[in-house]
């Protein structure tokens, strides 16, 4: 009997504390950073449209959400797909887009202005890739055309990774304009194919600094 009156007060206290400090934010980010690839370092983009942070208690927060990471890009020279009999060449340029669909866990210090949020996770990231033509018109320039039949296409043997971030938030009324900082990397390397043939590989992994604004619902 005693046993099963200190499961319900921890129940009923457990529920209190949840009461007081849970909380829902909805927001996004977007920002650059390098990208580290077997082909050297480039700088790339992201954009995270949507994210959502669940204040399971004043200390620990849970993270998801959904964002697209672009680069690096890969060029080859092939003959020309549209007519390979003519004997001319063409170089094709394929731009990688990750999906990344984070599950993350946080620690917070929330001090009623600042925000601050440390934590980790994984991640699952399909790949897409696109598939541009570059031609020289008559002035000798190089333009990029968009190319009807994606030549491009990728593998990704396990598409997860792991995920490492930092956040620094101002209270903006019920919502944080905050500054997040963000490491990526995949557990498996992506390869590159042109038309089915292996072309390359590389072990993809960025560093990224973000701003973005995220909106507090239900707050007690």
Same mark, same amino acid.
């Given at each position: 009997?005693?046993?099963?009156? *200190? %499961? ?8 209190? $504390? ?59 020279? #092939? ?10 060449? @063409?170089?094709?340029?394929?731009? @990688? ?19 601050? @949020? ?5 991640? #699952?990231?399909? %790949? *897409?890739?696109?598939?541009? $033509? &570059? ?7 190089? %333009? #990029? &055309? ?8 990728? &593998? ?5 990774? $792991? ?8 209270? #903006? ?15 498996? &390397?992506?390869? %590159?194919?042109?038309?089915? @043939? ?15 604004? =995220?909106?507090?619902? *239900?707050? =007690?």
């Amino acid at each position: 009997m005693k046993n099963r009156m *200190l %499961v319900i007060i921890l129940f009923l206290t457990a529920g209190s $504390v949840f009461a007081q400090t849970s909380q829902f934010y909805i927001g996004g980010r977007a920002g650059m950073g390098p990208i580290f690839g077997s082909d050297g370092v480039i700088l790339g983009g992201n954009l995270n449209p949507i994210q959502i942070d669940w204040q399971v208690s004043k200390f620990f927060a849970l993270g998801t959400g959904m964002g697209f990471y672009f680069g690096p890009e890969t060029k080859y020279t #092939a003959l020309k797909q549209t007519d390979p009999n003519a004997g001319m060449f @063409e170089t094709y340029s394929g731009m @990688e887009t990750h999906m990344v669909f984070p599950l993350l866990g946080k620690a917070t210090l929330n001090s009623g202005i600042l925000l601050f @949020e440390f934590g980790g996770g994984v991640y #699952a990231a399909p %790949v *897409l890739m696109n598939t541009m $033509v &570059e031609r020289t018109n008559d002035n000798g320039y190089t %333009v #990029a &055309e968009g190319y009807g039949k994606n030549l491009f296409s990728t &593998e990704l043997k396990t598409p997860l990774g $792991v995920i490492a971030s930092g956040i620094f938030g101002v209270k #903006a009324g019920q919502g944080v304009i905050f500054l997040d900082i963000s490491y990526l990397r995949d557990f498996s &390397e992506v390869i %590159v194919k042109f038309n089915n @043939e292996k072309i390359g590989n590389h072990l993809w992994s960025t560093f990224t600094v973000n701003i973005g604004y =995220k909106h507090g619902f *239900l707050s =007690k």
